[in-house]
Structures are given as C-alpha cells and as structure tokens.
C-alpha cells in the first residue's frame, strides 16, 4: 500500500519517479495503482496525501494520549535510565546497576571529574546503558537527573507533528510536567542538590507540579547505604 511505501506524499512521488529512471515500475496493490501509466501518478499523489493525513492523525492521537498520562501523573515511559528497569509495568531498581549509580555520585562528590568517572569505568569493564563505553556526557547526565531520587520530569523532548516527525528538546515549546514519587529511589534530594550545584546550578525549568507520596531516603539515600559494600568494591582494583 501507499501508506507503506513512503512516509509522506513528498517522498512518495520522489521514489516513484527515481524507479521509473532505473526502468522499474511500482504496483500498488491496495489502491489498484500501477505507475506503468502515466495518467496513475496524479492518483497516486492523491492516495498518498490521504495516506500521509491518515499517518498524522494516528501521531496525534498518540501525543494527545501521551499529554492526558502526563497530567494524570500515569504516565509510563518506554524506557528506562541506567540504573532502572520496567517489570509488570513499574519502574523498579535494578540491583547489579544501581550500585553503579550510587557509585558516580559518591565518586563525583569527593572530587572526581566526569571525565575520570567515565575513564574509571570503562576501565573496569563496565558497560553504559547502550552497551557501549563511558563519556563525560553520559555521566553529566546521570548527575542532574531527577529519576535517581524517584521523581520523573515528563515532556523533556518533543517531537513535531508534520511528518517526518522531527525530535527536539523541549526548551519551553511544550509543557512538562514533574512528578514526584513515580518509582523507588536510588539516591537522596539532597546528593542530587550537591551534584546539580556543582555541575550547572539550581534547574529553571518550566514546570507543572503534581504531588504523589514522597519516598523517603537517608543522607545518601537508602539504597546507596545498604548496599554499601557492593558499592565500595567498584573500581577498588
């Protein structure tokens, strides 16, 4: 069908026409289209501009389903940050990296630069959440990142609603949305305070508040500290 072969009208009749220079025809089973004939490819725009709005209303119905989730505070996101997983539909701690992350944070706290934090761990073989070696991106990333504390900041990208669809990060084009309590917490408030402090300041974002019941954590954060001796052992070699 149309709607298969190419994502918009543009790129329909572009691909239909740089086939027939290479001498090779396209049938359109569905639509009952061959553009063998000539006159088929004023028809085939036509298909394929309903294919394309037919496309966009499906992405709009997803964003505005996506918008009601976020302001409900029932949102669940596809995937996970390092340290995460999502079982049975929640998002919950997982073991072997979370003390990877507790890790980090005491490393970035007593003085280590983000750079060595990444060269630490890739020397100790461990992997990043692409399977792939550390960078002092990565890491920055994890420092200022609200999930750690069991909170999530919904709607940081965004993306356009003409096809193709074209991701941004949302810097004010859309609202977001903060919610606190959405999943168990790997660190305190307070340790992310002292890194986001340290690394670019107090976050002004804007923002749309919806409370849940807070978790509580230690100084650290309770899973840091009971799992302390797993936590110690990293990079220890």
């Given at each position: 069908?149309?709607?298969?072969?190419?994502?918009?009208?543009?790129?329909?009749?572009?691909?239909?026409?740089?086939?027939?220079?290479?001498?090779?025809?396209?049938?359109?089973?569905?639509?009952?289209?061959?553009?063998?004939?000539?006159?088929?490819?004023?028809?085939?725009?036509?298909?394929?501009?309903?294919?394309?709005?037919?496309?966009?209303?499906?992405?709009?119905?997803?964003?505005?389903?996506?918008?009601?989730?976020?302001?409900?505070?029932?949102?669940?996101?596809?995937?996970?940050?390092?340290?995460?997983?999502?079982?049975?539909?929640?998002?919950?701690?997982?073991?072997?990296?979370?003390?990877?992350?507790?890790?980090?944070?005491?490393?970035?706290?007593?003085?280590?630069?983000?750079?060595?934090?990444?060269?630490?761990?890739?020397?100790?073989?461990?992997?990043?959440?692409?399977?792939?070696?550390?960078?002092?991106?990565?890491?920055?990333?994890?420092?200022?990142?609200?999930?750690?504390?069991?909170?999530?900041?919904?709607?940081?990208?965004?993306?356009?609603?003409?096809?193709?669809?074209?991701?941004?990060?949302?810097?004010?084009?859309?609202?977001?949305?903060?919610?606190?309590g959405t999943h168990p917490p790997i660190i305190s408030k307070e340790y992310?305070?002292?890194?986001?402090?340290?690394?670019?300041?107090?976050?002004?974002?804007?923002?749309?508040?919806?409370?849940?019941?807070?978790?509580?954590?230690g100084a650290v954060g309770q899973y840091c500290e009971g799992n302390r001796?797993?936590?110690?052992?990293?990079?220890?070699?």
């Amino acid at each position: 069908s149309i709607s298969r072969f190419a994502r918009n009208t543009k790129d329909c009749l572009q691909n239909i026409r740089e086939l027939k220079e290479l001498g090779v025809n396209v049938r359109f089973e569905r639509e009952g289209i061959d553009t063998v004939n000539v006159s088929s490819e004023l028809i085939t725009a036509i298909y394929a501009a309903f294919a394309q709005k037919e496309s966009e209303s499906i992405s709009g119905n997803m964003r505005w389903s996506y918008q009601r989730r976020m302001e409900s505070g029932t949102f669940l996101p596809p995937s996970t940050p390092y340290g995460y997983r999502i079982i049975n539909k929640k998002i919950e701690i997982d073991p072997e990296r979370a003390v990877i992350i507790c890790k980090i944070f005491q490393w970035y706290l007593n003085g280590i630069s983000k750079e060595q934090i990444a060269y630490k761990l890739n020397k100790a073989g461990v992997l990043s959440n692409q399977n792939k070696a550390w960078r002092a991106g990565g890491i920055h990333y994890i420092l200022t990142n609200e999930r750690y504390i069991g909170d999530s900041l919904w709607q940081k990208t965004y993306t356009t609603e003409a096809i193709p669809a074209v991701r941004h990060r949302n810097t004010g084009a859309r609202e977001q949305y903060y919610v606190e309590g959405t999943h168990p917490p790997i660190i305190s408030k307070e340790y992310l305070s002292k890194c986001e402090r340290k690394t670019m300041g107090s976050l002004h974002r804007r923002r749309f508040i919806l409370s849940q019941e807070r978790l509580s954590v230690g100084a650290v954060g309770q899973y840091c500290e009971g799992n302390r001796k797993e936590v110690n052992t990293i990079g220890a070699a």
